[in-house]
C-alpha cells in the first residue's frame, strides 16, 4: 500500500468556487504534511504545511488535518485560472529526512 | 539568496552512456535531498545529505547510481550505463536542519535516454 495517496483527478472546478484536493496516509505516526504546487513542466513549489490536527490558513488556502481518520485536505478558495496545477501532497517520513509524496492531483480552474 | 539550482537542465543521451548531474543547495542548506519524478507521479526519494555524509539510500537507488557532495556545499549525481527506464526528470532539494524545515526544490534535470 503506497503510504500517502491522492486522488490523481484530473479535478475541473469553475473559477471563483472552491477546490477540495484531499490526501490520506498510512502512517499513524505521521507528525506533518506539506502541500506542494507544481505547474507543469516545473519543479514543486511549497503552498503550505501543517503539523497538528485542525485547520491552517494561508490567503487563499486552507490546510486541514485529521490525524484519527488520517487524512490531510487543502481547500482553495475563490479559485483563480493561475491555480490550475497538479497539487503534491508530501509527509516525511523517519524523523523528517525525507518526503513521500501522493501522485498529486491535477486540477483545472475553468473560467 | 539565488535558490536552488541545477546543471544541465535538460539531458538527452543514448543508452549505454554515463551522465552526471550537478545540484547547488541554498547557501546555507546542510540538508541535500535528490528526488526522481516520472510523468503522472509525484517525486520518489533516492538520497539525502547531511552535509558531507550521505545518510540514506532509497532501495530504488540500484548501483549505477551515486551521488557525492564531497564539500558539503554542491551534490553531483551519476548515472552510469544508463537505461531508458532512467528517463525522468531528476529534482535536488535543499533545508535546514529540524523539524518542519521546508524542502525547496531546484528546477529539475529532465534526462532522456534513447
Known amino acids: 500500500q503506497k503510504e500517502v495517496e491522492q486522488n490523481s483527478g484530473p479535478l475541473s472546478v469553475p473559477e471563483g468556487a472552491i477546490a477540495s484536493l484531499n490526501c490520506t496516509y498510512s502512517?499513524?505516526?505521521?507528525?506533518?504534511f506539506f502541500w506542494y504546487r507544481q505547474y507543469s513542466g516545473k519543479s514543486p513549489e511549497l503552498i503550505m504545511f501543517?503539523?497538528?490536527?485542525g485547520d491552517k490558513e494561508d490567503g487563499r488556502f486552507t490546510a486541514q488535518l485529521n490525524k484519527a481518520s488520517q487524512y490531510v485536505s487543502l481547500l482553495i478558495r475563490d479559485s483563480q485560472p493561475s491555480d490550475s496545477a497538479t497539487y503534491l501532497c508530501a509527509g516525511p517520513q523517519e524523523g523528517n529526512e525525507k518526503l513521500t509524496f501522493g501522485t498529486g492531483t491535477r486540477l483545472t480552474i475553468i473560467p | 539568496d539565488t535558490g536552488v539550482s541545477q546543471d544541465p537542465r535538460h539531458k538527452i543521451t543514448k543508452r549505454g552512456q554515463n551522465v552526471t548531474f550537478r545540484c547547488d543547495p541554498i547557501s546555507e542548506h546542510n540538508r541535500l535531498y535528490w528526488y526522481r519524478q516520472t510523468l503522472g507521479q509525484g517525486p520518489e526519494f533516492l538520497t539525502y545529505?547531511?552535509?558531507?555524509?550521505?545518510?540514506?539510500k532509497s532501495r530504488l537507488l540500484s548501483d549505477r547510481f551515486s551521488a557525492e557532495r564531497p564539500k558539503g556545499s554542491f551534490s553531483t549525481l551519476e548515472i552510469q550505463r544508463t537505461e531508458q527506464g532512467d528517463s525522468a526528470m531528476y529534482l535536488c532539494?535543499?533545508?535546514?536542519?529540524?523539524?518542519?524545515?521546508?524542502?525547496?526544490f531546484g528546477p529539475g534535470t529532465r534526462l532522456l535516454v534513447l
Open positions: 502512517d499513524r505516526g505521521s507528525q506533518s
Open positions: 545529505f547531511q552535509n558531507e555524509a550521505q545518510l540514506e
Open positions: 501543517i503539523y497538528s490536527n
Open positions: 532539494a535543499s533545508s535546514l536542519t529540524g523539524f518542519l524545515e521546508t524542502q525547496y
